[in-house]
């Protein structure tokens, strides 16, 4: 006798949902890569479009918070999602995440959230805030096990010390890197004592390495931290969306560590060359007291001179006074001296310059 | 950090104080050798002090792989 095999009967809904079952079991998360088309974004909240190669193309569906990087039609993509029979019958990926592939897409994908942040003003100028010049207390983002955390701890501890420095260990790449920072940042945004700075760093890699600090949550999340931000991410060529909205950008984890803090090996110097340029300044100031001291007694010296020349002149000219006023000097001129009474009959003395002469009075006649 | 308990910043701010002194109308001559006896001092400590600072690295502990 034949055995028969009994075969289930399913209502349509059971049988969606038994498909539904085994895609879950079978496919709970599939990666899929393609191209997109038809994109579009529906009441601002649903986003529908199709993913599609040479051979085929999927239905997909996100919601818009999930979308984190700008996608246009035309765009490689690797899509992150859950496979689904739809009520309708239609097949779908109902996606998670969403990332470019490929340096064209990602190239893309980030000129285009450039643009719209830049239309924001969230890379202006003006909104840029000024690190402490030494910061007491700082925020570090990283992963503690890179190469860019080792170079920037060796570097921060170089240059500068007595700093509290608050590391939080993180992924610096993939497609959960972009909200673990975002915690972080959020996290010593509500401290109750709030670092001075938030450090986040990331040493080298790909352009897909580097994309989760391209990401528009991430960049916004940098743009609200009200602690000032400090970013650098990869190499000197790399610049990503995080390093252009910091209020600093820095070219390397090692680079973020230099303007973090100034060398002491250079305040040192500085501090001993203040201490140096003292010593000429103030044989400068002796040898200007000295001469000022000489300048002094030249003038002392002249002042006595002039005052002695002054005396010795005055001298002269009393000596001349007196040499005319000598008897002799005047006799010498002629002149004669008489001494005695003069009345008739008396005898005088007379004296020359040569001679004594004495001689009787004649006659006195009064004029 | 040496045995005051002066910063390095009220250090530098003293050390400056001093050095201003130098190009001030207040500088005599007689109190030179003594202001630049203590700034050579305070550039000793200064250089001590920033040579002993250490960092303080802590890993905050808490996990930020999902929203807590």
Redesign the interface.
């Known amino acids: 006798m034949e055995k028969t095999q009994i075969k289930p009967i399913f209502s349509v809904s059971d049988f969606i949902a038994v498909v539904n079952q085994t895609l879950e079991y079978a496919y709970p998360t599939v990666e899929v890569e393609g191209e997109v088309a038809s994109f579009k974004v529906n009441q601002g909240k649903y986003v529908f479009f199709d993913i599609k190669d040479a051979g085929g193309s999927i239905g997909c569906f996100m919601s818009v918070w999930q979308l984190r990087v700008p996608i246009e039609d035309g765009m490689k993509v690797i899509v992150s999602a859950v496979p689904k029979l739809t009520q309708w019958g239609k097949f779908s990926l109902t996606v998670k995440t969403i990332r470019p592939s490929g340096e064209g897409a990602l190239k893309k994908s980030f000129e285009l959230l450039k643009s719209k942040l830049e239309t924001e003003g969230l890379f202006a100028p003006e909104r840029k805030r000024r690190l402490p010049i030494?910061p007491q207390h700082v925020a570090v983002i990283a992963s503690?096990q890179s190469a860019g955390y080792a170079d920037f701890?060796k570097i921060?501890?170089d240059r500068?010390?007595?700093?509290?420095?608050?590391?939080?260990?993180?992924q610096v790449q993939g497609t959960?890197a972009p909200d673990?920072i975002i915690?972080?940042i959020n996290?010593f945004n509500q401290q109750e004592s709030l670092p001075e700075v938030i450090v986040i760093i990331r040493g080298g890699g790909s352009a897909d390495d580097l994309s989760a600090f391209n990401d528009e949550p991430l960049v916004r999340a940098i743009a609200g931290s009200r602690i000032p931000t400090l970013v650098g991410v990869g190499h000197e060529i790399d610049t990503s969306l995080s390093d252009l909205t910091a209020d600093v950008s820095a070219a390397t984890p090692s680079n973020a560590a230099q303007i973090l803090v100034p060398d002491?090996m250079e305040?040192?110097r500085a501090?001993?060359a203040?201490?140096i340029?003292?010593?000429p300044?103030?044989l400068q100031?002796?040898d200007g007291?000295r001469q000022s001291v000489k300048d002094m007694m030249i003038n002392v010296i002249d002042a006595v001179e002039r005052a002695a020349d002054e005396q010795m002149r005055r001298l002269l000219s009393l000596r001349n006074v007196l040499t005319q006023l000598d008897p002799n000097v005047v006799l010498a001129r002629g002149y004669a001296l008489i001494r005695g009474n003069v009345k008739v009959g008396a005898t005088i003395e007379i004296e020359t310059n040569k001679v004594i002469l004495e001689a009787e009075v004649k006659n006195v006649i009064n004029k | 950090m040496s045995s005051t308990n002066k910063s390095?910043?009220e250090k530098?701010a003293e050390?400056?104080k001093l050095?201003e002194w130098?190009?001030s109308e207040d500088?005599k001559?007689e109190q030179?050798?003594d202001n630049?006896k203590q700034?050579?001092k305070l550039?000793s400590e200064?250089?001590k002090d920033?040579?002993?600072?250490?960092?303080?690295?802590?890993?905050?502990k808490?996990k930020?792989?999902s929203?807590?």
Do not use: M, P
């Open positions: 030494v503690t701890i921060l501890n500068f010390g007595g700093l509290r420095v608050d590391v939080a260990h993180v959960d673990q915690r972080v996290y002491r305040i040192i501090v001993r203040q201490v340029s003292l010593l300044r103030v100031l002796i007291q | 390095i910043q530098t050390l400056n050095v130098f190009d500088f001559l030179a050798l630049y700034a050579e550039a200064i250089e920033l040579l002993s600072l250490k960092n303080e690295i802590q890993i905050v808490q930020f792989d929203e807590s």
